[in-house]
Protein backbone atom coordinates (compact mmCIF):
# COMPACT_ATOMS: atom_id res chain seq x y z
CA UNK A 1 0.00 0.00 0.00
CA UNK A 2 2.50 2.63 0.76
CA UNK A 3 6.12 1.00 1.42
CA UNK A 4 9.39 2.69 2.05
CA UNK A 5 13.05 1.75 3.03
CA UNK A 6 13.73 3.74 6.59
CA UNK A 7 16.83 5.89 5.42
CA UNK A 8 18.72 5.13 8.28
CA UNK A 9 18.45 1.35 9.44
CA UNK A 10 17.25 0.43 5.40
CA UNK A 11 14.28 -1.82 7.09
CA UNK A 12 11.23 -1.86 4.54
CA UNK A 13 8.03 -0.34 6.35
CA UNK A 14 4.74 -1.17 4.09
CA UNK A 15 1.44 -0.78 5.02
CA UNK A 16 -1.03 -3.18 4.84
CA UNK A 17 -3.91 -1.09 6.35
CA UNK A 18 -4.03 2.53 8.55
CA UNK A 19 -3.38 -0.01 11.42
CA UNK A 20 -0.88 -2.24 10.71
CA UNK A 21 2.87 -1.98 9.20
CA UNK A 22 4.68 -5.03 7.86
CA UNK A 23 8.27 -4.32 8.57
CA UNK A 24 10.96 -6.22 6.61
CA UNK A 25 14.57 -6.28 7.80
CA UNK A 26 17.31 -8.77 6.78
CA UNK A 27 14.82 -11.60 4.94
CA UNK A 28 12.67 -11.64 8.30
CA UNK A 29 9.17 -9.58 8.29
CA UNK A 30 6.58 -8.40 11.39
CA UNK A 31 3.75 -6.80 11.92
CA UNK A 32 3.35 -4.14 14.35
CA UNK A 33 0.34 -1.62 15.15
CA UNK A 34 0.79 2.39 13.96
CA UNK A 35 2.68 2.71 17.00
CA UNK A 36 5.09 0.36 16.58
CA UNK A 37 3.70 -2.28 18.66
CA UNK A 38 4.59 -5.99 18.00
CA UNK A 39 2.02 -8.36 16.63
CA UNK A 40 3.31 -10.71 14.97
CA UNK A 41 5.84 -12.36 12.50
CA UNK A 42 9.05 -13.93 12.80
CA UNK A 43 11.03 -10.29 12.89
CA UNK A 44 10.41 -9.13 16.68
CA UNK A 45 12.53 -6.35 17.66
CA UNK A 46 12.27 -2.38 17.76
CA UNK A 47 11.27 -0.59 15.11
CA UNK A 48 10.50 2.70 14.45
CA UNK A 49 6.99 4.16 15.45
CA UNK A 50 7.33 6.93 13.73
CA UNK A 51 8.17 5.37 10.49
CA UNK A 52 5.12 2.98 11.49
CA UNK A 53 3.06 5.63 11.50
CA UNK A 54 3.75 7.39 8.55
CA UNK A 55 3.14 4.61 6.09
CA UNK A 56 0.08 4.23 7.98
CA UNK A 57 -1.11 7.53 7.86
CA UNK A 58 -0.71 7.48 4.58
CA UNK A 59 -3.14 4.87 3.93
CA UNK A 60 -5.37 6.56 6.08
CA UNK A 61 -5.01 9.58 4.09
CA UNK A 62 -5.77 7.98 1.19
CA UNK A 63 -9.05 5.67 2.15
CA UNK A 64 -10.18 9.36 3.34
CA UNK A 65 -9.82 10.66 -0.38
CA UNK A 66 -6.96 13.21 0.62
CA UNK A 67 -4.70 13.71 -2.35
CA UNK A 68 -1.95 15.63 -3.56
CA UNK A 69 -3.55 18.86 -2.98
CA UNK A 70 -2.43 22.03 -4.53
CA UNK A 71 -1.01 22.91 -0.79
CA UNK A 72 1.79 19.76 -0.91
CA UNK A 73 4.39 19.68 -3.06
CA UNK A 74 3.77 16.38 -4.68
CA UNK A 75 0.73 18.87 -6.14
CA UNK A 76 2.90 20.68 -8.19
CA UNK A 77 3.96 18.12 -9.93
CA UNK A 78 0.83 16.14 -10.41
CA UNK A 79 -0.10 19.49 -11.91
CA UNK A 80 2.51 18.95 -13.92
CA UNK A 81 1.90 16.14 -15.26
CA UNK A 82 -2.04 16.73 -15.80
CA UNK A 83 -0.61 19.68 -17.75
CA UNK A 84 1.59 17.80 -20.11
CA UNK B 1 20.89 38.12 25.13
CA UNK B 2 23.56 36.03 24.33
CA UNK B 3 27.51 36.23 22.03
CA UNK B 4 27.23 36.76 18.87
CA UNK B 5 29.09 33.67 17.44
CA UNK B 6 32.30 35.12 15.01
CA UNK B 7 33.26 32.04 13.44
CA UNK B 8 30.99 28.60 12.43
CA UNK B 9 33.10 26.29 14.94
CA UNK B 10 30.46 23.67 15.93
CA UNK B 11 28.70 22.74 12.98
CA UNK B 12 27.07 19.92 11.21
CA UNK B 13 29.20 17.92 8.84
CA UNK B 14 28.35 18.43 5.03
CA UNK B 15 27.33 21.51 3.09
CA UNK B 16 26.29 24.81 5.13
CA UNK B 17 23.33 26.58 3.93
CA UNK B 18 25.89 29.14 2.33
CA UNK B 19 26.96 26.55 0.00
CA UNK B 20 23.65 25.68 -0.98
CA UNK B 21 22.51 29.01 -1.80
CA UNK B 22 25.20 29.53 -3.85
CA UNK B 23 23.87 26.40 -6.22
CA UNK B 24 20.35 28.48 -6.55
CA UNK B 25 19.19 29.27 -10.29
CA UNK B 26 17.69 32.73 -9.30
CA UNK B 27 18.76 35.27 -7.57
CA UNK B 28 18.90 35.06 -3.44
CA UNK B 29 18.03 38.03 -1.47
CA UNK B 30 20.82 39.60 1.19
CA UNK B 31 18.29 38.93 4.35
CA UNK B 32 18.67 34.48 2.78
CA UNK B 33 22.29 35.53 2.98
CA UNK B 34 22.56 37.56 6.51
CA UNK B 35 23.88 35.37 9.43
CA UNK B 36 23.07 36.56 12.97
CA UNK B 37 23.93 33.20 14.95
CA UNK B 38 24.18 33.89 18.76
CA UNK B 39 25.85 31.44 21.62
CA UNK B 40 23.66 31.27 24.16
CA UNK B 41 25.71 28.99 26.40
CA UNK B 42 24.85 25.01 26.95
CA UNK B 43 23.13 25.40 30.92
CA UNK B 44 20.29 23.34 30.93
CA UNK B 45 16.63 25.32 31.13
CA UNK B 46 14.90 24.45 33.99
CA UNK B 47 11.63 21.56 33.69
CA UNK B 48 9.24 23.39 35.72
CA UNK B 49 8.28 26.05 33.24
CA UNK B 50 6.53 23.58 31.55
CA UNK B 51 4.82 21.63 34.70
CA UNK B 52 3.79 24.04 36.90
CA UNK B 53 0.89 25.80 38.16
CA UNK B 54 2.71 28.54 39.36
CA UNK B 55 4.83 29.09 36.64
CA UNK B 56 1.49 29.43 34.30
CA UNK B 57 0.33 31.45 36.91
CA UNK B 58 3.61 34.16 36.56
CA UNK B 59 3.48 33.66 32.60
CA UNK B 60 -0.26 35.39 33.07
CA UNK B 61 0.83 38.10 34.77
CA UNK B 62 4.00 38.94 33.89
CA UNK B 63 4.00 37.71 29.64
CA UNK B 64 0.68 37.61 28.53
CA UNK B 65 -0.71 40.46 30.31
CA UNK B 66 1.80 42.45 28.98
CA UNK B 67 3.84 41.26 25.29
CA UNK B 68 2.00 41.96 22.54
CA UNK B 69 0.08 39.12 20.79
CA UNK B 70 -1.14 38.25 17.14
CA UNK B 71 -5.01 38.13 17.68
CA UNK B 72 -6.35 37.73 14.03
CA UNK B 73 -6.10 38.51 10.66
CA UNK B 74 -7.88 41.57 9.26
CA UNK B 75 -9.66 39.83 6.89
CA UNK B 76 -11.70 38.12 9.99
CA UNK B 77 -13.19 41.63 10.36
CA UNK B 78 -13.47 43.54 7.08
CA UNK B 79 -16.31 45.32 7.35
CA UNK B 80 -17.06 48.46 9.89
CA UNK B 81 -19.20 46.73 12.68
CA UNK B 82 -17.12 42.71 12.40
CA UNK B 83 -15.67 41.83 15.33
CA UNK B 84 -13.25 38.76 16.60
CA UNK B 85 -12.61 37.46 19.93
CA UNK B 86 -9.33 36.64 20.63
CA UNK B 87 -8.80 34.39 23.94
CA UNK B 88 -5.77 34.09 26.10
CA UNK B 89 -5.77 32.15 29.27
CA UNK B 90 -8.55 33.38 31.68
CA UNK B 91 -8.45 36.71 29.64
CA UNK B 92 -10.60 37.77 26.77
CA UNK B 93 -10.00 40.86 23.83
CA UNK B 94 -12.89 41.76 21.46
CA UNK B 95 -11.67 43.09 18.40
CA UNK B 96 -13.78 45.67 16.51
CA UNK B 97 -13.52 46.88 12.83
CA UNK B 98 -14.13 50.69 13.61
CA UNK B 99 -13.16 52.48 10.21
CA UNK B 100 -12.02 51.50 6.86
CA UNK B 101 -8.61 51.50 8.06
CA UNK B 102 -9.30 51.94 11.38
CA UNK B 103 -9.29 48.88 14.32
CA UNK B 104 -9.57 48.67 17.75
CA UNK B 105 -9.37 46.60 20.71
CA UNK B 106 -10.93 45.91 23.88
CA UNK B 107 -10.88 44.08 27.28
CA UNK B 108 -14.21 41.92 26.47
CA UNK B 109 -16.22 42.34 29.13
CA UNK B 110 -18.83 44.32 30.34
CA UNK B 111 -18.00 47.47 32.99
CA UNK B 112 -21.29 46.54 35.09
CA UNK B 113 -21.28 42.55 36.26
CA UNK B 114 -18.42 41.36 33.89
CA UNK B 115 -19.90 39.18 31.71
CA UNK B 116 -17.95 38.92 28.12
CA UNK B 117 -19.43 41.39 26.08
CA UNK B 118 -19.21 39.36 22.80
CA UNK B 119 -18.98 35.16 23.35
CA UNK B 120 -18.11 34.91 19.64
CA UNK B 121 -17.12 36.62 16.12
CA UNK B 122 -19.58 38.67 14.42
CA UNK B 123 -21.15 41.52 13.05
CA UNK B 124 -22.29 44.52 15.33
CA UNK B 125 -23.65 47.52 14.87
CA UNK B 126 -23.29 48.16 18.88
CA UNK B 127 -21.50 46.17 22.10
CA UNK B 128 -24.33 44.89 23.88
CA UNK B 129 -23.74 43.11 26.63
CA UNK B 130 -26.30 39.56 26.49
CA UNK B 131 -26.79 39.75 30.44
CA UNK B 132 -28.55 43.29 31.49
CA UNK B 133 -28.31 44.91 28.58
CA UNK B 134 -25.47 47.63 28.91
CA UNK B 135 -24.37 49.06 25.61
CA UNK B 136 -21.10 50.63 23.72
CA UNK B 137 -20.97 52.25 20.63
CA UNK B 138 -18.42 50.18 18.47
CA UNK B 139 -15.72 52.94 19.60
CA UNK B 140 -16.50 52.38 22.56
CA UNK B 141 -18.52 55.37 23.96
CA UNK B 142 -21.43 53.85 26.47
CA UNK B 143 -24.79 54.59 25.19
CA UNK B 144 -27.11 52.69 26.64
CA UNK B 145 -27.60 51.81 30.81
CA UNK B 146 -30.56 50.27 31.72
CA UNK B 147 -32.50 51.70 34.12
CA UNK B 148 -30.14 54.64 34.47
CA UNK B 149 -31.80 56.05 37.26
CA UNK B 150 -30.78 53.67 39.48
CA UNK B 151 -26.72 53.82 38.93
CA UNK B 152 -27.03 57.30 39.69
CA UNK B 153 -22.57 56.92 39.98
CA UNK B 154 -21.72 55.98 36.53
CA UNK B 155 -20.97 58.82 34.43
CA UNK B 156 -20.85 57.58 30.89
CA UNK B 157 -17.94 59.62 30.15
CA UNK B 158 -16.17 57.94 32.02
CA UNK B 159 -17.37 54.48 31.54
CA UNK B 160 -16.04 53.77 28.23
CA UNK B 161 -14.07 51.00 26.98
CA UNK B 162 -10.64 50.67 26.99
CA UNK B 163 -9.20 50.90 24.15
CA UNK B 164 -6.03 48.47 23.84
CA UNK B 165 -2.90 48.63 22.29
CA UNK B 166 -3.39 47.40 18.48
CA UNK B 167 -0.65 46.91 15.84
CA UNK B 168 -1.05 45.94 12.30
CA UNK B 169 1.99 44.21 10.12
CA UNK B 170 1.26 41.88 6.93
CA UNK B 171 -2.93 41.75 7.26
CA UNK B 172 -2.09 40.73 11.38
CA UNK B 173 -3.80 42.24 14.34
CA UNK B 174 -1.74 41.72 16.96
CA UNK B 175 -2.74 43.45 20.63
CA UNK B 176 -1.47 43.91 23.89
CA UNK B 177 -3.69 43.99 27.46
CA UNK B 178 -0.68 46.36 28.96
CA UNK B 179 -1.68 49.84 28.26
CA UNK B 180 2.59 51.04 28.33
CA UNK B 181 3.50 48.24 26.25
CA UNK B 182 6.81 49.45 23.89
CA UNK B 183 5.80 50.49 20.44
CA UNK B 184 4.33 47.96 18.17
CA UNK B 185 7.32 48.50 15.58
CA UNK B 186 9.94 48.73 18.03
CA UNK B 187 8.78 45.12 19.13
CA UNK B 188 8.28 43.79 15.70
CA UNK B 189 12.10 45.22 14.58
CA UNK B 190 13.02 44.50 11.40
CA UNK B 191 10.99 41.33 10.94
CA UNK B 192 8.92 43.35 8.22
CA UNK B 193 12.00 43.42 6.15
CA UNK B 194 12.23 39.94 5.90
CA UNK B 195 8.78 39.39 4.46
CA UNK B 196 9.12 42.50 2.51
CA UNK B 197 8.76 40.18 -0.83
CA UNK B 198 5.87 37.74 0.50
CA UNK B 199 3.10 39.76 0.69
CA UNK B 200 1.46 38.72 3.55
CA UNK B 201 -1.38 41.61 3.62
CA UNK B 202 -2.48 39.96 -0.18
CA UNK B 203 -2.85 36.07 1.21
CA UNK B 204 -6.49 34.99 2.76
CA UNK B 205 -6.63 32.12 5.57
CA UNK B 206 -7.18 28.83 3.50
CA UNK B 207 -6.89 26.57 5.90
CA UNK B 208 -7.36 27.35 9.95
CA UNK B 209 -7.27 24.00 11.93
CA UNK B 210 -6.67 24.26 15.99
CA UNK B 211 -5.43 21.38 17.75
CA UNK B 212 -5.78 21.07 21.50
CA UNK B 213 -3.26 19.40 23.35
CA UNK B 214 -2.31 17.66 26.47
CA UNK B 215 0.90 19.88 27.14
CA UNK B 216 1.75 23.24 28.10
CA UNK B 217 1.83 25.38 24.75
CA UNK B 218 5.68 25.95 25.02
CA UNK B 219 6.44 22.16 24.88
CA UNK B 220 3.83 22.23 21.69
CA UNK B 221 5.48 25.12 19.95
CA UNK B 222 9.10 23.92 20.58
CA UNK B 223 8.15 21.22 18.28
CA UNK B 224 8.11 23.00 15.22
CA UNK B 225 11.34 25.25 15.96
CA UNK B 226 14.27 23.40 14.99
CA UNK B 227 14.99 20.48 12.65
CA UNK B 228 16.90 18.68 14.86
CA UNK B 229 14.02 16.19 15.58
CA UNK B 230 13.38 15.17 11.38
CA UNK B 231 15.78 12.32 11.94
CA UNK B 232 13.76 10.46 14.58
CA UNK B 233 10.40 12.08 14.63
CA UNK B 234 10.18 12.70 10.69
CA UNK B 235 12.73 10.02 9.54
CA UNK B 236 10.77 9.43 5.80
CA UNK B 237 11.84 13.17 4.74
CA UNK B 238 15.47 13.06 5.49
CA UNK B 239 16.73 11.55 2.38
CA UNK B 240 15.88 14.57 0.97
CA UNK B 241 16.39 16.99 3.92
CA UNK B 242 19.44 18.43 5.48
CA UNK B 243 18.51 18.62 8.75
CA UNK B 244 21.88 19.48 9.97
CA UNK B 245 22.58 21.44 7.65
CA UNK B 246 19.99 24.01 9.28
CA UNK B 247 21.34 27.48 9.79
CA UNK B 248 19.51 29.47 13.27
CA UNK B 249 19.91 33.33 13.24
CA UNK B 250 18.90 36.13 16.38
CA UNK B 251 17.51 38.86 15.15
CA UNK B 252 15.88 41.27 18.16
CA UNK B 253 12.57 39.84 19.50
CA UNK B 254 12.50 37.02 16.55
CA UNK B 255 14.95 34.02 15.60
CA UNK B 256 14.26 32.42 11.92
CA UNK B 257 15.42 29.33 11.30
CA UNK B 258 15.71 27.61 7.76
CA UNK B 259 16.25 23.89 6.73
CA UNK B 260 17.06 23.17 3.49
CA UNK B 261 15.48 20.16 0.95
CA UNK B 262 16.46 18.73 -2.06
CA UNK B 263 20.10 17.80 -0.02
CA UNK B 264 20.63 14.95 1.81
CA UNK B 265 20.65 14.99 5.87
CA UNK B 266 24.14 14.27 7.04
CA UNK B 267 22.94 11.50 9.27
CA UNK B 268 22.43 9.04 6.21
CA UNK B 269 25.05 6.41 5.54
CA UNK B 270 24.66 6.51 1.91
CA UNK B 271 24.93 8.61 -0.73
CA UNK B 272 21.28 9.26 -2.50
CA UNK B 273 21.10 9.99 -5.77
CA UNK B 274 19.18 13.37 -7.03
CA UNK B 275 16.05 11.23 -8.09
CA UNK B 276 16.10 9.43 -4.60
CA UNK B 277 16.07 12.69 -3.20
CA UNK B 278 13.31 14.13 -4.97
CA UNK B 279 11.18 11.01 -4.51
CA UNK B 280 11.80 11.25 -0.67
CA UNK B 281 10.65 15.12 -1.17
CA UNK B 282 7.35 13.98 -2.61
CA UNK B 283 6.72 11.39 -0.41
CA UNK B 284 7.07 8.50 -3.32
CA UNK B 285 6.69 4.75 -1.95
CA UNK B 286 8.79 2.14 -3.52
CA UNK B 287 5.23 0.60 -4.94
CA UNK B 288 4.42 4.15 -6.25
CA UNK B 289 4.86 5.98 -9.71
CA UNK B 290 7.29 8.43 -9.70
CA UNK B 291 5.57 11.80 -9.76
CA UNK B 292 8.78 13.60 -10.85
CA UNK B 293 11.60 12.38 -13.08
CA UNK B 294 15.12 14.22 -12.68
CA UNK B 295 16.79 15.21 -15.79
CA UNK B 296 20.39 14.41 -16.43
CA UNK B 297 22.56 17.22 -14.99
CA UNK B 298 19.67 18.89 -13.08
CA UNK B 299 18.88 18.31 -9.04
CA UNK B 300 16.52 17.69 -7.16
CA UNK B 301 16.45 21.22 -5.44
CA UNK B 302 16.18 22.65 -9.37
CA UNK B 303 13.11 20.66 -10.09
CA UNK B 304 11.08 20.91 -6.91
CA UNK B 305 11.78 24.72 -7.25
CA UNK B 306 10.62 24.66 -10.86
CA UNK B 307 7.28 22.85 -10.12
CA UNK B 308 6.82 25.20 -7.20
CA UNK B 309 7.00 28.36 -9.42
CA UNK B 310 4.72 26.63 -12.04
CA UNK B 311 1.99 25.76 -9.47
CA UNK B 312 2.28 29.18 -7.95
CA UNK B 313 2.04 31.75 -11.20
CA UNK B 314 -1.02 29.94 -11.22
CA UNK B 315 -2.51 31.92 -8.65
CA UNK B 316 0.01 34.91 -8.54
CA UNK B 317 1.70 37.59 -10.38
CA UNK B 318 3.97 35.17 -12.51
CA UNK B 319 6.70 38.16 -12.47
CA UNK B 320 6.73 37.77 -8.65
CA UNK B 321 7.01 34.20 -8.44
CA UNK B 322 10.02 34.44 -11.46
CA UNK B 323 11.64 36.71 -8.50
CA UNK B 324 11.43 34.38 -5.69
CA UNK B 325 15.20 32.05 -5.58
CA UNK B 326 14.99 28.37 -5.26
CA UNK B 327 15.71 29.02 -1.64
CA UNK B 328 12.30 31.08 -1.07
CA UNK B 329 10.15 28.13 -3.14
CA UNK B 330 11.28 24.75 -1.58
CA UNK B 331 13.08 25.25 2.22
CA UNK B 332 11.44 25.37 5.31
CA UNK B 333 12.26 28.96 6.68
CA UNK B 334 10.53 29.18 9.69
CA UNK B 335 10.74 32.46 12.25
CA UNK B 336 9.36 32.78 15.78
CA UNK B 337 8.40 36.20 17.26
CA UNK B 338 8.66 36.12 21.07
CA UNK B 339 6.46 34.54 22.34
CA UNK B 340 4.21 32.52 20.46
CA UNK B 341 4.21 33.50 16.47
CA UNK B 342 5.60 31.66 13.96
CA UNK B 343 5.13 32.87 10.61
CA UNK B 344 7.15 30.72 7.27
CA UNK B 345 8.87 32.99 4.85
CA UNK B 346 9.56 32.28 1.30
CA UNK B 347 6.57 30.50 -0.21
CA UNK B 348 5.74 28.48 2.33
CA UNK B 349 2.05 29.50 3.32
CA UNK B 350 2.48 28.33 7.27
CA UNK B 351 1.52 30.45 10.23
CA UNK B 352 1.65 28.52 13.65
CA UNK B 353 0.39 29.71 17.26
CA UNK B 354 0.70 28.21 20.28
CA UNK B 355 -1.34 29.12 23.40
CA UNK B 356 -2.51 27.53 26.57
CA UNK B 357 -5.93 26.40 26.41
CA UNK B 358 -7.95 28.12 28.54
CA UNK B 359 -6.49 28.43 32.17
CA UNK B 360 -4.86 24.91 32.07
CA UNK B 361 -1.10 24.93 32.23
CA UNK B 362 -0.54 21.25 31.06
CA UNK B 363 -2.87 22.26 27.96
CA UNK B 364 -1.97 24.20 24.87
CA UNK B 365 -3.93 25.27 21.81
CA UNK B 366 -1.53 24.17 18.41
CA UNK B 367 -3.12 26.45 15.19
CA UNK B 368 -2.28 26.40 12.12
CA UNK B 369 -2.77 28.45 9.52
CA UNK B 370 -2.62 28.35 5.64
CA UNK B 371 -2.15 31.78 4.17
CA UNK B 372 -2.17 31.78 0.60
CA UNK B 373 -2.22 34.12 -2.64
CA UNK B 374 -5.41 34.11 -4.48
CA UNK B 375 -6.40 36.01 -7.62
CA UNK B 376 -9.43 38.05 -8.37
CA UNK B 377 -11.81 39.05 -5.49
CA UNK B 378 -10.32 37.72 -1.85
CA UNK B 379 -12.12 34.84 -0.45
CA UNK B 380 -13.37 34.04 2.66
CA UNK B 381 -10.86 33.45 5.27
CA UNK B 382 -11.52 29.77 6.53
CA UNK B 383 -13.55 28.90 9.57
CA UNK B 384 -11.59 27.26 12.17
CA UNK B 385 -11.59 23.73 12.39
CA UNK B 386 -11.04 22.71 15.56
CA UNK B 387 -9.91 19.10 16.89
CA UNK B 388 -10.25 17.97 20.46
CA UNK B 389 -7.54 16.48 22.61
CA UNK B 390 -8.53 12.86 22.03
CA UNK B 391 -8.99 13.55 18.23
CA UNK B 392 -6.56 12.80 15.63
CA UNK B 393 -5.10 15.60 13.25
CA UNK B 394 -5.12 13.10 10.59
CA UNK B 395 -8.71 14.61 10.53
CA UNK B 396 -7.14 18.01 9.29
CA UNK B 397 -7.65 16.58 5.55
CA UNK B 398 -7.71 20.50 4.89
CA UNK B 399 -3.78 20.18 5.62
CA UNK B 400 -2.97 17.59 2.89
CA UNK B 401 0.16 16.07 3.43
CA UNK B 402 1.34 18.17 6.39
CA UNK B 403 -1.58 16.25 8.62
CA UNK B 404 0.94 13.54 8.52
CA UNK B 405 3.79 15.13 9.53
CA UNK B 406 2.20 16.74 12.16
CA UNK B 407 0.26 13.08 13.47
CA UNK B 408 3.83 12.26 13.62
CA UNK B 409 4.96 15.46 16.10
CA UNK B 410 1.85 15.29 17.67
CA UNK B 411 2.49 11.64 18.98
CA UNK B 412 5.57 13.14 20.51
CA UNK B 413 3.95 16.09 22.68
CA UNK B 414 2.20 14.51 24.97
CA UNK B 415 4.85 12.06 25.89
CA UNK B 416 7.47 14.93 26.24
CA UNK B 417 4.75 16.72 28.67
CA UNK B 418 4.29 13.28 30.96
CA UNK B 419 7.80 12.72 30.82
CA UNK B 420 9.00 15.88 32.25
CA UNK B 421 7.33 15.30 35.47
CA UNK B 422 9.40 12.36 36.05
CA UNK B 423 12.29 13.87 34.50
CA UNK B 424 12.41 16.61 37.73
CA UNK B 425 12.76 13.24 40.15
CA UNK B 426 16.48 13.07 38.51
CA UNK B 427 17.48 16.57 36.97
CA UNK B 428 16.10 19.60 37.17
CA UNK B 429 16.21 20.75 33.52
CA UNK B 430 16.35 19.43 30.04
CA UNK B 431 19.55 19.39 27.81
CA UNK B 432 19.54 21.99 25.26
CA UNK B 433 21.86 21.85 21.82
CA UNK B 434 23.93 24.70 21.64
CA UNK B 435 23.20 25.39 18.22
CA UNK B 436 20.61 23.38 16.69
CA UNK B 437 18.07 24.46 19.81
CA UNK B 438 19.53 28.49 19.55
CA UNK B 439 15.27 29.18 18.89
CA UNK B 440 14.57 27.70 22.20
CA UNK B 441 17.44 29.27 23.50
CA UNK B 442 16.83 32.45 22.57
CA UNK B 443 13.02 32.02 23.28
CA UNK B 444 14.33 31.29 27.46
CA UNK B 445 16.39 34.48 26.73
CA UNK B 446 13.48 36.44 26.28
CA UNK B 447 11.39 34.88 28.31
CA UNK B 448 13.34 34.93 31.52
CA UNK B 449 13.68 38.70 30.83
CA UNK B 450 9.83 39.45 30.77
CA UNK B 451 9.47 36.63 33.75
CA UNK B 452 11.98 38.72 36.29
CA UNK B 453 10.34 41.96 35.60
Known amino acids: MHQMIHPLTRAIYDAETDEVVKVTRDGKSGLYTRNGEYISGELKQSVDPEMCRWVASYVEHKNAGVGASARDRAGAFVAMKEEK | ?453
Open chain 2, 1 to 453: MGKNIENKRDRSPGLSYAEILDTDTHPVSEIWRTESPVDFGTADQPADVYTSRRFHDLEMEKIWLKVWQFACREEHIPDIGDTEVYDIGKFSVLIVRTGIDEIKAYPNACLHRGRLLRDCAGHATELRCPYHGYTWSLEGELKVVPSEWDFPQVNKDEYALTELPVGRWGGFVFISLDLDVEPFEDFLGTLSLHFENYRMEERFVEAHVAKVMRCNWKTAQEAFMEAFHLATTHPAIITGTGDCNSRYDVFGNFARAVTPTGTPSPHLTWDPSEQEMLDAMLDRGQDEERLGVVPEGKTAREMAAMASRMRVAQVADPEWVESLSDAEMIDSIYYTLFPNFHPWGGFNRIVYRFRPYGDEHEMSIFETLYLSPFKGDRPPPAKVHWIGPDESILEAHELGFLARVFDQDTFNMPQVQKGMHTLQLVKPGITLSRYQETKLRHFFDIYNKYMSK
